[in-house]
């Protein structure tokens, strides 16, 4: 069964260093997601990805943040400058269509920690 | 989207159903619901969704109450694997995002 895969699965980085997460949704996927889990907290919704521009961000994702398409195949989050806040767990998702017969699939998340 | 409501925690006897409520008493008329789960950390799992039918796949059958102000996801036989924060989300048929809460904390015991 395809799925999304997400490297590193670990990633230790000092606070103001840039960090790129990386994904790589299910093939034939035109959506793509990010999201992110503080430890302990709820799943929080970054931005949404279709035909090489956002299309929804959150709060969340400011001027810090950014997403790339830079291939066919791979989705990317850079944080320019992180901080000790963003320490989590992101996760890519991705999405087929936007029709609701089409679910939104996970990868199994990139833990970040910013000491 | 419309919010949700779901107990924080449950138990569930292993091998037995597993009956996790969801109330949504604010949906509208263009809103599904939908389930996911998430073991232990992983990324959030589908499980199923429905608009007003009850559904039922592989994984789980979902119960929609006529009024649409509530709905049940039933595990029939839960097994300790089943162990994981379950999500009640409703939106629109073509929204974008998942909006998650806190979901319901399912602990399958021996």
């Known amino acids: 069964e395809p799925e999304v895969t997400q490297t590193p699965s670990h990633q230790v980085t000092q606070m103001g260093q840039e960090v790129i997460l990386r994904c790589v949704p299910i093939?034939?996927?035109?959506?793509f997601y990010w999201y992110r889990q503080i430890l302990g907290q709820k799943v929080e919704f970054l931005v949404s990805?279709?035909?090489?521009?956002?299309?929804?961000k959150s709060e969340i994702f400011d001027d810090q943040f950014s997403v790339e398409r830079p291939d066919g195949s791979n989705f990317t989050l850079k944080i320019r400058s992180t901080k000790l806040e963003d320490s989590a767990m992101y996760f890519c998702?991705?999405?087929?269509?936007?029709?609701?017969?089409?679910?939104?699939?996970f990868g199994p998340g990139t833990r970040l920690t910013v000491t | 989207d419309a919010k949700t409501t779901q107990p924080t925690s449950m138990d569930c006897a292993e091998g037995r159903a597993a009956n996790l409520p969801c109330n949504h008493s604010?949906?509208?008329?263009?809103?599904?619901v939908y389930w996911y789960r998430q073991i232990h950390s992983q990324g959030p799992q589908y499980i199923i969704h429905?608009?007003?039918n009850n559904e039922t796949n592989e994984m789980a059958s979902l119960i929609i109450t006529e009024d649409r102000k509530s709905s049940t996801l039933i595990l029939p036989h839960a097994t300790l694997r089943d162990t994981a924060v379950y999500y009640c989300?409703?939106?629109?048929?073509?929204?974008?995002?998942?909006?998650f809460g806190g979901g319901t904390r399912l602990m399958v015991k021996p």
């Open positions: 604010t949906i509208s008329g263009n809103e599904y």
């Open positions: 990805f279709y035909n090489n521009e956002i299309s929804e």
């Open positions: 989300i409703v939106r629109v048929n073509a929204g974008n995002m998942l909006t």
């Open positions: 998702a991705s999405r087929r269509g936007l029709a609701e017969a089409y679910e939104q699939y």
């Open positions: 093939s034939n996927h035109l959506y």
């Open positions: 429905g608009l007003k």
